[in-house]
């Protein structure tokens, strides 16, 4: 039987009531939670995170565009200094007629249009939006700045505490009164209750406008996580929303994205062009640019029927511009051009002696996007061709202007029809015009190819020769090749076979890509091949016999006249090395010829290399080619002599007119007493040059025994066998432009 349990009954206790806060416990809480709170508030402006993305974006908008137009005042004020001394200068010819100031005029000239250059790039250069790294510097330095601010307010603020109970002291309690109510109400505005913001929303960006840019620097949208987009991912129209009434009309009309891509379809359904839509529309200062897509074959239909499509745009001729595009084989880039698309593109930068080396990329252009044409010659053996009237010596000259700044590369430069490199002249090694110069050249550095091969290994070099200003390569500039000799052209190709590897590249230009042009079928085999204005037959030589259809239209371009420079310059081009191969136009910038001259004398001044020894010492060991030995006939007669012998360095420079090496002084004779007059008759009239015909009178009146009977063309040969060269181009002198003589310093370097 179970036992009953009684409930055990507990007497409740009374509770206690809790006493209330004194009122010094309540003033210490109350202090407690406004001291976390301004320590939470100075800890979150610390931090910035008061500044939302968008205020951090604005600002480093802001500063970038601050900088963007203090370095155009700047430029401004440069270019304003220099144009004011050239007048000033030219005044002071003008009144005093003063021949000794003609190379300051020169000088100056070339500085301020290479100034003027630089200036107009900067104006013509859009500010880009800030990067990432750009944002986060500007919060970066907007709190280090605070932090400043803090400490320098804790410090300032002990002295002027000091300063008022000084004051105090001596019956003046005024600062100490501003002084506490200030302090009094900056506590009030920091203890205020803070709400900590969310972790969200200082790192997401609301939505703003985007920044306004020129169409040609906007990047297409990126995907997310970061992804590379997808070209043409962004679906504007395609046909099936076309209303089958709507007829096509011109681009004028299009306005807006939608327009655009409606008209593009109407244009394409009209002319049978099986385009199916339209996606990545942008808005370009020289038309429009958009992504097409067609439903059958290829977009070799947009090209085939381009010149049709520009009438149904209203468009001038070649302005339907499609690139196919590699990645998406249905898909090419169409550009719809009314204006000039190289408009803005920047100038060339300004590039130091010795600055560069030839195994870096260096900037020769832009494409219609706006992307740089950026080109590495290091090994690199090249074909451009373009007809006359191309820009042939502009595109050798700009690629020659980043050979002369290198401080590990010899530049040759040869021509035996035209004037070759005539601007960078001074800044060139040799310079061969006659065809028993070039066929000496080319002999001579085929020769030192061979030598270099047997050289890498002991020295280290692996399988490429490395440059450096102790072994430097040769860049070879050879223009106007179809007017070369059979024995030239064969030198070149053999040159083209072998020298890739030991660093003497050669930059071939041709009006023409064919057999006929180049006596060998080897443009294809040519790695850098760039073709401007041509003939078709010239786009499917160089490119491929399926070039036209992938969009390669070099022969669409037309070539400069006298009074319109079209588009000479322009280039389609494959093989520069870190870029894939797209069939998009280039335009090479060309630098005044000014600037060119004052460059190649700042070059000139920093020194110029020579080949180095070693190389030198290799060639005595190698077998010539057979096609330049003598032929003998079995009894030992000379039955046919060698086309071209092999020369020294010394004495190649000397066939070439060009300065001999450091050391090889000239011996006595006329020779010298030659160059030493002209040395004398120079510094006698206070000149650093003069031309040809003025050196000859004044050296006839300085003595007329040796020069009285001389006239220019014995003069000349005179000089050029003394190791002078012929006369070159001496800038502006008086109202003449470019006449042609000798220099004081090249002559005295000569001694």
């Not at 062009?273 to 020289?286: F, G, K, L």
Request: aromatic fraction near 4%; include cysteine.
């Amino acid at each position: 039987m179970a036992t009953e349990i009684e409930p055990q009954h507990t007497e409740q206790q009374p509770i206690e009531e809790a006493a209330e806060p004194t009122r010094g416990q309540r003033i210490k809480a109350a202090f407690a939670e406004q001291r976390g709170h301004a320590g939470a508030r100075t800890r979150d402006w610390l931090a910035g995170g008061d500044l939302d993305p968008v205020t951090v974006i604005q600002m480093a908008t802001e500063k970038k565009q601050r900088k963007h137009d203090d370095a155009i005042a700047q430029q401004e004020r440069l270019v304003g200094e220099l144009v004011g001394k050239l007048h000033v200068a030219k005044a002071h010819v003008d009144a005093e007629d003063n021949p000794r100031r003609h190379p300051e005029i020169a000088s100056l000239g070339g500085r301020a249009a290479q100034a003027g250059a630089k200036l107009e790039s900067l104006r013509a250069t859009p500010v880009l939006p800030p990067t990432d790294r750009e944002i986060a510097a500007v919060r970066t330095g907007k709190k280090a700045g605070r932090a400043a601010i803090l400490a320098g307010g804790g410090l300032g603020g002990l002295s002027v505490l000091g300063t008022a109970i000084e004051q105090t002291a001596t019956g003046q309690p005024m600062l100490l009164a501003v002084v506490a109510t200030g302090a009094c109400y900056g506590w009030y505005l920091v203890t205020r209750p803070f709400v900590a913001r969310s972790n969200g929303q200082a790192g997401e960006v609301p939505f703003v406008p985007t920044p306004a840019l020129p169409a040609t620097f906007l990047a297409e949208p990126m995907q997310a996580g970061g992804a590379t987009p997808v070209v043409g991912g962004n679906v504007v129209m395609s046909v099936e929303q076309l209303d089958e009434s709507a007829k096509p009309y011109p681009l004028r009309n299009a306005s807006t994205p939608d327009q655009l891509a409606q008209c593009v379809l109407l244009a394409a359904r009209a002319e049978n062009v099986p385009i199916v839509e339209v996606s990545d529309v942008q808005r370009q200062p020289w038309g429009w640019q958009c992504t097409v897509r067609v439903s059958d074959g290829t977009p070799e239909a947009i090209i085939e029927k381009s010149g049709d499509l520009e009438t149904k745009f209203d468009l001038p001729t070649n302005g339907v511009r499609p690139q196919p595009i590699r990645a998406r084989r249905a898909c090419a880039i169409l550009r719809l051009v009314d204006g000039d698309p190289f408009a803005t593109a920047p100038g060339m930068p300004y590039r130091a002696p010795k600055s560069l080396s030839i195994t870096d990329r260096f900037r020769v252009g832009t494409s219609v996007g706006g992307d740089p044409l950026e080109v590495s010659l290091a090994g690199v053996m090249g074909l451009w061709v373009a007809a006359s009237g191309g820009g042939k010596t502009g595109i050798l000259q700009a690629l020659a202007e980043g050979t002369t700044a290198c401080r590990d590369n010899i530049t040759i430069d040869l021509d035996p029809f035209g004037d070759g490199l005539e601007d960078l002249g001074d800044a060139v090694r040799i310079t061969a015009r006659t065809n028993e110069q070039i066929e000496a050249v080319l002999l001579f550095f085929l020769v030192m190819a061979k030598a270099r091969a047997r050289l890498r290994a002991k020295l280290g070099m692996g399988k490429k020769w490395k440059a450096s200003p102790e072994h430097p390569a040769v860049t070879i500039f050879f223009d106007e090749f179809p007017k070369a000799t059979e024995l030239a052209k064969k030198l070149a190709f053999d040159l083209l076979l072998v020298g890739r590897k030991e660093l003497i590249e050669v930059e071939i230009a041709s009006q023409g890509g064919q057999k006929g042009y180049l006596g060998e079928n080897f443009a294809q085999m040519v790695a850098l091949k760039a073709v401007g204005p041509c003939k078709v037959g010239d786009t499917r030589a160089v490119f491929g016999d399926g070039a036209v259809k992938e969009g390669y239209l070099p022969h669409k371009l037309s070539p400069a006249t006298d009074t319109d420079p079209k588009d000479a310059g322009h280039i389609f081009i494959q093989g520069v090395p870190g870029m894939a191969d797209e069939p998009i136009e280039y335009a090479i910038h060309e630098t005044p010829s000014a600037v060119l001259r004052q460059l190649a004398e700042e070059r000139l001044a920093a020194g110029l290399l020579e080949p180095d020894q070693t190389s030198l010492d290799a060639m005595k060991g190698v077998d010539l080619p057979e096609y330049v030995e003598p032929v003998w006939d079995n009894e030992g007669n000379l039955k046919k002599p060698a086309p071209v012998d092999l020369l020294s360095w010394d004495q190649l420079l000397k066939l070439c007119g060009a300065e001999p090496a450091a050391g090889a002084e000239l011996t006595d004779g006329p020779e010298r007493a030659a160059i030493e007059d002209s040395v004398a008759v120079m510094e006698k009239h206070g000149v650093d040059r003069m031309k040809t015909e003025a050196l000859l009178l004044a050296l006839r009146d300085y003595d007329p025994d040796a020069y009285g009977e001389m006239d220019v063309e014995a003069f000349k040969a005179l000089m050029a066998k003394a190791g002078a060269g012929g006369p070159i181009t001496l800038g502006q002198i008086g109202e003449e432009k470019n006449p042609r003589g000798f220099k004081r310093d090249r002559l005295r370097h000569l001694l």
